[in-house]
């Protein structure tokens, strides 16, 4: 049983440029969490899927944006980037809208580590 | 503004002693409180949680204590094995539908 998935694990970019980050969850799991750790942070919250819908978002500008598909996996897309968005993203999948939000039932992917130049 | 804090950026604690990681939070609408595991190149995993109702949770080695008064949690491990050596972030919910609060993490080694 394949745990949470992502790709690419690791991408390079430059400022102004546009990024497109994904996600496959849990077998089993429907909802799909987006994360940003910066170095030395925890990781922050930036957005939640259920059901094809954004359904919580954390405090993060409308640069970041996202899109869940109707095999539950999901994308991250940062337009413009700029140099602060350089961080490891993380994606945490579960089951069920308020299991996502439960930390104990949210499995976190490996990360794709972001480098802006 | 960090709701979560997590003071000690690192610990380094002799193998079979005791670890303890402590927690800070201003918040005092938290009723759920968590503790990830991290290992480089891996996601975190969840480790144990307290509910703000209660001021302890036992599970094998590791005990997690919450001191609502002074807004301070902390997790123990008894006894320290090789395999805990990995970064600890401690998180916070508000209720049951809002997100996520991690601290900045704390590096536990344990030493041979």
């Known amino acids: 049983d394949a745990g949470v998935t992502q790709s690419p694990t690791h991408l390079i970019k430059t400022r102004g440029q546009q990024v497109t980050l994904r996600c496959s969850p849990k077998?089993?799991?429907?909802?799909v969490s987006w994360y940003q750790q910066a170095l030395g942070q925890g990781p922050q919250f930036i957005f939640q899927y259920y059901e094809e819908e954004e359904r919580q978002r954390g405090n993060f500008p409308d640069r970041f944006s996202g899109h869940q598909f109707p095999n539950y996996s999901s994308e991250l897309n940062v337009n413009a980037l700029l140099l602060g968005d350089s961080a490891l993203y993380l994606c945490?999948?579960?089951?069920?809208?308020?299991?996502?939000?439960?930390?104990?039932?949210?499995?976190f992917g490996p990360g794709t580590r972001l480098l802006v130049l | 503004d960090q709701q979560v804090k997590q003071n000690s950026p690192s610990l380094s604690v002799q193998e079979g002693r005791i670890s303890i990681l402590n927690c800070d939070y201003t918040?005092?609408?938290?009723?759920?409180f968590l503790w990830y595991k991290k290992y480089p190149a891996e996601g975190p995993t969840f480790l144990i949680s307290?509910?703000?109702?209660?001021d302890k949770n036992e599970d094998g080695r590791f005990t997690v204590f919450l001191n609502k008064s002074a807004k301070h949690l902390s997790l123990h491990i008894v006894p320290s094995q090789p395999g805990d050596s990995a970064v600890y972030f401690c998180a916070a919910r508000a209720n049951r539908d809002d997100k996520i609060i991690f601290g900045k993490g704390t590096r536990l080694h344990i030493l041979p």
């Open positions: 918040n005092s609408m938290f009723d759920y």
């Open positions: 077998s089993g799991h429907d909802t």
């Open positions: 307290i509910s703000s109702i209660k």
């Open positions: 945490a999948s579960s089951f069920g809208l308020a299991g996502g939000i439960l930390g104990e039932t949210q499995y």
